[in-house]
DNA sequence: AGGCCTCGAGTTCC
DNA sequence: CTCGAGGCCT
């Protein structure tokens, strides 16, 4: 219907309700008909003023009937009002990451392990497409209707930002079929155009606000806005490149089918996309595309290959965190020159000596970079780095400044060797560096060296560990040199009148930090055993001793035997742990500690029954009943260990529906399948 | 003994 | 993210 039949029909009719019921579902209909030409298949079907005012027109519409107003309106699309903070989003299928090749050579050796994991002579099928510089999202949809959508975070858990991607207009807040699976998490990448970015720069210098450094910090920035009408003027985009969950509807058989589906879904997918035979086949991919990469509207930063058919996909299965059948093809990270200034040394939380290279400030991929790690005094000598030299940097994955190489030709005469100091800048105790160690370290222990002290204090309130808000660097800092703390004890000896006397800190400030000392007191196990710093025992060896252990003081009498009775516990961090035990201080800060109330549950570890002692667990898929983190609370309870990835030493799999490939590699290497009923009967009974 | 995988620790910038 | 090192499998 052109817009001047509209008008006439909407000039002849009288407003009934039902009139208008149908009228706004008419306009619903339009506007996402024409957002859908314009964003997702790039062919404009009438301006944008005319848009606007079909847009108007149901907006109106929609506030003088509330009753009118569904989810999936295009109205909805623009932002409400400012949400206090993100909401934490478990994903049901984890958002794992993807291996990077950066030579020929790496992209062979991808192609024979593929080859060679599948048992395979011919050439392998690969879904080429591009690698966007953007950030990665699960979009959530449920019979249909965009209900949430998530940013990947760590993988396990990511923040709630749909009411922001609701005003992303290339996303449909419905997909066109109906026939829509009952529940689907479609995965992509929001991203920035280069067009836009500009223009939205221009606007930002305009009006005198600070300008975005590339577009990928742009989009990461207009995501992150907690008033959804700023991301809504930002002209985000989308394209899908995978699938999560998926409920009342079958996993296309290849991925290349996948991305068909989902354009015709109405999602948007790149078209810069190819099935391409072998090693050969994805070389000449990336080649075109690395021909025409400046050419492209948004910002790539290299190109990636999946195996397409979805059986070999799951034959392959993953290596830890990443799946052995896709591989990114990175572009050369954008390097720079730069002079190295000076080399200084920092002191970490176990006196371990970093050297870092202070660099002349260098534009480096859009941030500006003054400091870059040097590791340790063997990569000083490795690559030869002077102070007074010229040096090439990247940023290493894109976010991490690293010196590359010296640039011999231009060493100029009088540069100076790095020398590592014997005495500790900080505290002036000496040096060590055992034999076969890369690492020099402080001999000063937390006593003497105010950076041990505060890089341990600073471990101690961090999040994973006893997780007191509101203490960062800065105050810690101001407390350490104030003498207020020298022991992680000290954190619950603090009054408000000694808060009060820092910098920076008001009444109310100062009572918000004691309210989270407080709040502290209450932890677990498993967190304190990490707080206390002890070398060699991260989050995860915490974990395993709180698990075997139960209660503290079953760890705190323990023999030898005993520790390295622990899983994943050798020699080295045997020792370590017993040696830090045994440490009057530190027995004394333990006591301490718990004196001033800070708590835990304990558990006797032979508590209940030991159903699974020792045996390790894979769970996949969705669960009838329970959800995936009460199943892994109920293993960790029976003494069994929950792990991500299937492997010969997996005892079982506990698969649900949808489960993928962790089944398919379960059945390959035989290990028992459990469904969710079988699982609570081991549970109950071993045997 | 050698190789793979996981964990720990350190790091940058805004 | 990267490196180094510890632990465990082959």
Same mark, same amino acid.
């Given at each position: 219907m052109s817009r001047d039949a509209l008008f006439t029909k909407l000039g002849q009719q009288a407003p009934g309700a039902s009139d208008w019921r149908g009228r706004a579902e008419w306009l619903r209909s339009e506007l996402n008909r024409h957002a859908h030409? &314009? &964003?997702?298949? !790039?062919?404009?079907? /009438? =301006?944008?003023? *005319? &848009?606007?005012?079909l847009f108007a027109e149901l907006q109106a519409l929609e506030s003088e009937h509330p009753e009118l107003a569904s989810a999936d309106s295009p109205t909805q699309r623009v932002g409400g009002t400012p949400l206090p903070e993100f909401r934490q989003v478990q994903h049901d299928v984890p958002m794992l990451? /993807?291996?990077?090749?950066?030579? @020929? @050579?790496? /992209? @062979?050796?991808?192609d024979r392990r593929v080859r060679e994991g599948l048992g395979s002579d011919s050439a392998v099928e690969y879904a080429c497409e591009l690698k966007f510089d953007g950030l990665a999202i699960n979009l959530r949809y449920e019979r249909g209707v965009l209900v949430q959508a998530a940013t990947r975070g760590d993988g396990t858990t990511g923040e709630d930002v749909t009411a922001n991607i609701r005003t992303v207009r290339s996303i449909p807040l419905r997909l066109q079929t109906n026939d829509p699976p009952l529940l689907i998490d479609v995965r992509g990448e929001v991203l920035m155009f280069k067009a836009d970015f500009a223009r939205l720069n221009q606007r930002q210098r305009e009006v005198g606000h600070k300008e975005f450094a590339n577009p990928r910090n742009a989009a990461?920035?207009?995501? #992150?806005?907690? !008033?959804? #009408?700023?991301t809504a003027q930002r002209h985000l985009r989308f394209f899908a490149y995978g699938i999560g969950r998926l409920e009342g509807g079958d996993f296309p058989p290849r991925h290349s089918a996948l991305l068909d589906w989902y354009r015709a879904l109405g999602i948007p997918v790149c078209d810069e996309r190819a099935v391409a035979r072998g090693a050969a086949g994805v070389l000449g991919f990336f080649a075109d595309i690395g021909r025409r990469r400046t050419a492209l509207p948004y910002e790539i930063d290299g190109v990636v290959y999946k195996v397409d058919r979805v059986a070999q996909q799951q034959a392959l299965g993953f290596v830890s965190r990443a =799946? #052995?059948?896709?591989?990114?093809h990175k572009f050369p990270a954008e390097e720079a020159t730069t002079t190295v200034l000076d080399i200084g040394v920092q002191v970490g939380r176990t006196g371990a000596l970093t050297p870092v290279a202070r660099l002349a400030p260098v534009s480096v991929g859009g941030v500006t970079v003054t400091n870059a790690t040097l590791h340790n005094e063997d990569e000083v000598r490795r690559k030869d780095v002077r102070i007074g030299d010229n040096v090439i940097v990247r940023r290493a994955g894109d976010v991490i400044p690293e010196v590359v190489a010296v640039v011999p030709e231009r060493r100029p005469p009088d540069v100076r060797q790095f020398e590592m100091p014997v005495a500790c =800048?900080?505290?002036?105790s000496p040096i060590t560096r055992p034999e076969e160690e890369a690492v020099a370290r402080c001999s000063g222990g937390w006593i003497k060296c105010a950076a041990q002290r505060k890089g341990g204090l600073l471990h101690f309130v961090s999040r #994973?560990?006893? !997780? /007191?808000?509101? +203490?960062? *660097?800065?105050?810690? *800092?101001?407390?350490? !040199?104030?003498?207020?703390?020298?022991?992680?004890?000290?954190? &619950?000896?603090?009054?408000?009148?000694?808060l009060s006397e820092l910098d920076r800190m008001a009444e109310k400030s100062a009572q918000n930090v004691l309210k989270a000392i407080e709040k502290s007191k209450s932890t677990t196990l498993a967190r304190f055993i990490y707080a206390l710093g002890i070398r060699h025992v991260g989050e995860s060896t915490a974990k395993a001793l709180a698990r075997h252990f139960g209660m503290l003081d079953a760890m705190l009498e323990a023999s030898e035997a005993e520790v390295l009775a622990v899983d994943d516990i050798g020699p080295v961090v045997?020792?370590?742990i017993l040696s830090f035990l045994s440490d009057p201080l530190n027995r004394e800060l333990i006591e301490q500690l718990r004196a001033s109330g800070v708590h835990w549950?304990?558990?006797? =570890? @032979?508590?209940?029954?030991?159903? +699974?002692?020792g045996k390790t667990i894979v769970l996949t898929g969705t669960l009838p009943t329970l959800k995936r983190d009460e199943a892994a609370a109920m293993v960790e309870a029976a003494g069994g260990k929950v792990t991500g990835s299937v492997s010969k030493k997996t005892s079982y799999v506990v698969a649900g529906d949808d489960a993928g490939s962790k089944l398919a590699k379960a059945q390959e290497l035989g290990i028992p399948i459990l469904d969710e009923t079988e699982f609570l009967t081991l549970l109950e009974s071993p045997e």
């Open positions: 030409a &314009y &964003y997702v298949l !790039d062919q404009p079907t /009438i =301006p944008d003023a *005319e &848009y606007d005012a990451s /993807i291996n990077n090749g950066f030579s @020929e @050579e790496d /992209i @062979e050796s991808f990461a920035g207009s995501l #992150r806005q907690l !008033d959804s #009408r700023i =799946p #052995r059948f896709a591989l990114a =800048p900080v505290c002036g #994973r560990a006893m !997780d /007191i808000e509101g +203490l960062g *660097e800065q105050l810690v *800092e101001q407390l350490v !040199d104030r003498g207020l703390v020298t022991t992680p004890a000290d954190f &619950y000896k603090l009054g408000l009148v000694m045997a020792h370590s549950e304990e558990n006797v =570890p @032979e508590r209940g029954n030991q159903a +699974l002692a």
